[in-house]
């Protein structure tokens, strides 16, 4: 039941984001805030088909448990492709209230990333091993939550007074995905169960998502 389950889940939230993505790109008529929103949730899409699809493949033949290799490479294509989906996030911010110069935050968010993204290819992770170590989970993700908390904080900043309804949850979305992120980090090796939260986490993506493409629509 979990394999058929699941793999419905991950079908429709695959197929939702980059339809929405492809769609916001074709249809964004010049406005580049849109169309850097549809490449950023085609990238999502695209990334997290990396680990979904063979996730997938398991749960429904032999188990997780032969399919280590292709699942922790996935992880690692997810890891990237979510950190280059906040870099594109922090520029639709920019685009959208028109922001200027600020090239300490811009560096800021950048060095984050690169951060990230250099601890993710580091080999201590392990990533096609079945019992990669928790620290370096924890090393590679200190920058990613830094990175996160800073987009939070320029989003509610920017719609906490109300003047930007279409976007007046970014920054929930964005806290939400974090809140339920961090936990399967820490406790899913030892409570399998964690990893249910994967689910709500994927959900606030989705969310984060339908606020971009509703915004065009209207």
């Given at each position: ?11 429709i ?22 169309k ?18 063979p996730?997938?493949v398991a ?18 294509v ?8 906040y870099?594109?996030l ?24 690169a951060?990230?993204i ?11 091993s ?17 990175l ?29 995905s ?8 820490l ?5 399998s ?26």
């Amino acid at each position: 039941m979990q394999a058929v389950m699941e793999t419905i889940f991950d079908v429709i939230y695959l197929t939702t984001v980059i339809s929405l993505g492809i769609i916001m790109i074709r249809k964004s008529r010049g406005r580049m805030q849109y169309k850097v929103f549809g490449i950023m949730a085609v990238i999502l899409g695209a990334g997290d088909s990396f680990h979904l699809i063979p996730r997938a493949v398991a749960l429904c033949t032999t188990g997780l448990e032969h399919y280590t290799q292709a699942l922790g490479i996935g992880k690692l294509v997810t890891s990237i492709t979510m950190t280059i989906f906040y870099i594109l996030l922090y520029h639709i911010w920019r685009m959208r209230y028109h922001v200027t110069g600020k090239n300490i935050l811009t560096a800021a968010v950048y060095f984050l990333a690169a951060l990230r993204i250099v601890l993710c290819l580091m080999p201590q992770n392990q990533w096609t091993s079945a019992n990669a170590p928790l620290q370096w989970g924890i090393y590679r993700n200190l920058p990613f939550a830094a990175l996160g908390l800073l987009i939070i904080i320029l989003f509610y900043q920017r719609t906490r007074n109300g003047k930007d309804r279409p976007f007046r949850f970014m920054w929930l979305t964005i806290t939400l995905s974090f809140a339920f992120y961090i936990p399967v980090v820490l406790f899913s090796d030892r409570f399998s169960a964690a990893g249910m939260l994967m689910i709500p986490k994927t959900c606030a993506y989705v969310w984060t998502v339908l606020i971009g493409f509703l915004d065009m629509k209207n």
